[in-house]
């Protein structure tokens, strides 16, 4: 049980990665970077 939820976690960070501004750590300020893997988030969970 633990292990399918460890894989979906490491998963989804993988796909949160292919965002350049995300894998950078754009943005040095904690409510940006938050900011940017919201969008991202939400750009990728209409496509799972």
Known sequence: MHYARRNEVERLINRLKSFRAVATG???R???FHGTV???AVR???RS
């Open 38 to 40: 919201t969008v991202a």
């Open 30 to 32: 904690a409510f940006v």
């Open 44 to 46: 990728l969970w209409p």
């Open 26 to 28: 754009f943005g040095k």
